[in-house]
């Protein structure tokens, strides 16, 4: 019996089949828990996900590369999902027209204070330079996050985890600092919310507001295309 | 979700890969070709219904498509442990700073320009 197990098992674990079927039943899990504590950002699907799948890994001793070559047809779909986010930009840049400028203005403050921030604390605490160049783009919307640590010499896998981190810390702190500061505007805390902490964020601008929802979402987009633009730039000066 | 529109986007992102090939921009191909498809929409002035649902489609389970890339976080779990100080200060330093530079340029430039906000914009405690 335990033979027969193996040998499933030894074929089973060298098929894309089993890489692909146990991301979708690690993310559906994550989706589980995450609905079940009413959608709190600490209950993130995603991580959770990576949590149990790179656990599932490491007890089976199974390496990385074996398990994407199942996933990487989840992974494809990246590219083209990255170019549908222009299609929300669209539709939230329609409703917000008149203040457009001005909120291109904030999300290229908000961008470059995002990555030289990063980079500066880190830097000053220590951090590996490859630590920094993925740090770098940390408050962008992850398929485009991942796009820029490539280009810009960081590691796509660890810019993933750390985007979903700025988005949950951004999501639980950022309305506290908001309150903090009497920034009642919901436009303004939309934008901020968006730039900062990406689709995270503007899932939970959208949970308490329609206004601040719209321009989180518009400033989640924004500040994909200007970080990708601007970081290569601001990296050029400093490395 | 129709198959014009799925090929659509590829075509987008398949152009932008040109691109930022081609000119070695330091930009993402899919990138690129999202901006481009802003700009068409722009140009074009409407959104095709077709492509608003293959969109819809697509983004509904958009965190379920960079699991396996944060997967490979399992290969630098070293960075992770030897350098969470760091990441952990700025991460949330960082998050901060944004957060209030973003909205304070925004209130500021809303001010300047007599933008105010209307009653449904204000948050009302």
Do not use: C
């Not at chain 1, 074996?66 to 539709?91: I, N, R």
């Not at chain 1, 500061?181 to 919310?193: E, P, T």
């Not at chain 1, 949970?207 to 987009?221: I, Y």
């Not at chain 2, 070695?24 to 492509?51: D, H, R, T, W």
């Amino acid at each position: 019996m335990t033979e027969e197990f193996y040998r499933i098992w030894v074929y089973l674990s060298t098929e894309p089949l089993l890489g692909l079927t146990v991301t979708l039943v690690a993310y559906q899990a994550g989706m589980w828990v995450y609905s079940k504590g009413k959608l709190n950002p600490l209950l993130n699907p995603v991580l959770i996900a990576v949590v149990i799948l790179v656990g599932l890994l490491m007890l089976t001793g199974t390496d990385y590369q074996t398990y994407f070559d199942g996933a990487k047809f989840v992974h494809f779909m990246l590219g083209p999902a990255t170019v549908a986010l222009a299609v929300p930009l669209y539709s939230q840049f329609q409703k917000v027209k008149s203040t457009f400028p001005v909120i291109l203005a904030s999300i290229l403050f908000g961008s470059a204070t995002a990555a030289l921030s990063a980079i500066g604390i880190a830097w000053v605490m220590g951090a590996s330079e490859q630590t920094l160049l993925s740090l770098a783009p940390k408050s962008v919307t992850a398929p485009i996050a991942m796009g820029i640590a490539e280009a810009v010499g960081g590691v796509p896998s660890l810019t993933a985890v750390l985007v979903i981190l700025t988005g949950i810390i951004g999501a639980v702190i950022g309305p506290g600092v908001l309150n903090l500061f009497r920034i009642k505007d919901w436009r303004a805390r939309g934008v901020a919310g968006g730039t900062a902490s990406h689709g995270i964020g503007t899932a939970r601008a959208l949970q308490v507001s329609e206004v601040a929802g719209a321009f989180a979402s518009l400033a989640m987009g924004l500040n994909g295309l200007a970080t990708a633009i601007l970081l290569p730039i601001l990296l050029g000066w400093l490395f | 979700m129709t198959l014009g529109f799925i090929t659509v986007l590829l075509v987008y992102q398949l152009v932008g890969e040109i691109i930022s090939t081609g000119l070695g921009l330091p930009l993402p191909g899919p990138v690129v070709g999202m901006g481009l498809l802003f700009l068409s929409l722009i140009i074009k002035g409407g959104l095709p219904e077709g492509l608003k649902n293959t969109a819809k489609g697509l983004l509904s389970h958009l965190s379920l498509l960079f699991v396996p890339a944060g997967v490979g976080v399992m290969m630098h779990l070293h960075l992770l442990a030897n350098e969470w100080q760091a990441i952990t200060v700025a991460l949330i330093g960082s998050t901060v700073l944004t957060i209030l530079v973003t909205a304070g340029v925004m209130i500021g430039l809303t001010r300047l320009t007599g933008d105010s906000p209307s009653a449904e914009e204000i948050k009302n405690d």
